[in-house]
């Protein structure tokens, strides 16, 4: 069995369940309602979607690639915020982000049902002074995301 299987099917039940629950929201919700980061649930949506991609390719990269691997880090020095604002994520038709969020998911649990395990040690330089292995870095997803989904709580009940 895939080490990752509980981490896949944990993020399985939390598409399952926030799919629908997000298509339900009415848009003064998800366009309006901001956390501390100035961040609507449209744009942490957005966020949630570079996350998976980035995650997807890191994993590919990280199974064929130098070890240590160098690869850029977006979500430092304020540059995950930069994606969320080139991609617009703020007029992203609603009901596209939301399956696109899906689908990227459901892909990349998909990439990490494939990952060679011989691999698992394989790291990528994360900054000057930190070193990710790819075991840690799918380990970590399914906490990234769910920092995320709670972010998105919080704003639909206020």
């Not at 919700?29 to 501390?36: A, E």
């Not at 609603?94 to 899906?102: G, I, S």
């Not at 649990?109 to 394989?122: A, P, S, W």
């Amino acid at each position: 069995m895939n080490p990752f299987e509980n981490i896949c099917q944990n993020i399985l039940k939390y598409l399952e369940v926030w799919e629908p629950r997000l298509l339900a929201l009415p848009e003064e919700t998800f366009s309006d309602r901001k956390n501390i980061q100035n961040r609507s649930i449209r744009q942490i949506l957005g966020h949630l979607v570079d996350s998976a991609s980035n995650n997807n390719h890191r994993i590919v990269h990280l199974q064929y690639r130098e070890n240590p691997m160098s690869f850029p880090n977006y979500a430092t020095e304020g540059n995950n915020d930069r994606w969320i604002a080139i991609q617009d994520y703020q007029r992203e038709d609603w009901y596209n982000l939301v399956q696109l969020w899906e689908y990227a998911n459901l892909h990349l649990i998909h990439v990490i049902r494939n990952v060679d395990e011989t691999k698992l040690g394989n790291q990528w330089i994360s900054n000057e002074t930190k070193l990710i292995s790819l075991q840690e870095m799918i380990e970590y997803y399914q906490q990234h995301f769910e920092l995320h989904l709670k972010e998105m709580e919080d704003l639909i009940g206020q």
